[in-house]
């Protein structure tokens, strides 16, 4: 009987430690900067990424870029353009230099998942143009962007230019 008694307590401290061992909470060493923790990971709050949501979406946007285009009908040009993050949203970077309108600053929309972007068509400077980019990518470390661009003249609805361009960070 003593043996039994022995063997229901040991199996029970078992059972309890297994039990204790199940309820650890996996977010207890876990930090999420702009957002929550859910099942051990953090789950980032809109306009931020990184393993501890710490990051805005937009930093990556930052930097020179060398611009090789190909537009029909005017052709290929290389130049660089400058892309900044926006300071007043995250999920937004200021485009400055498109379509070799060096003084003239559009705004891309960055898309939730911090890689898709577009730029709604807005006037490039002065120059009696505007831009429209529906579709364009950055890669995930911000080294290369592409995106392709048709330019119309202001009030236009035909576009007077299409261009496929691809962006390497100087």
């Known amino acids: 009987m003593k043996n039994t008694k022995i063997s229901l307590f040991g199996a029970l401290l078992i059972a309890g430690g297994m039990f204790v061992a199940g309820c650890t909470d996996p977010c207890a060493d876990v930090t999420c900067v702009n957002g929550e ?3 051990g990971s953090c789950v980032c709050d809109a306009g931020f990424e990184g393993t501890d949501c710490g990051t ?3 930093a990556k946007f930052s930097g020179s870029y060398t611009l090789s285009e190909s537009c029909t009908p005017t052709g290929a040009a290389t ?3 400058t892309v900044s993050p926006s300071s007043t949203a995250n999920d ?3 485009f400055t230099g498109l379509w070799e ?3 003239a600053t559009v705004t891309g929309h960055i898309d939730a998942d911090g890689l898709g ?3 709604d ?3 490039l400077g002065a120059s009696g143009f505007d831009i429209e980019c529906t579709n364009g990518t950055i890669s995930a470390d911000g080294g290369t962007i592409t ?3 048709s330019i119309y003249a202001t009030g236009g609805t035909t576009a007077v230019d299409v261009c496929v361009a691809n962006l390497t960070k100087q």
């Open 37 to 39: 923790c859910v099942e």
């Open 56 to 58: 805005a979406i937009n």
């Open 79 to 81: 130049y660089t353009i």
């Open 92 to 94: 937004q970077a200021n």
């Open 101 to 103: 309108e060096p003084q």
């Open 117 to 119: 972007f577009h730029i």
């Open 121 to 123: 068509r807005t006037a």
């Open 147 to 149: 995106m392709t661009y």
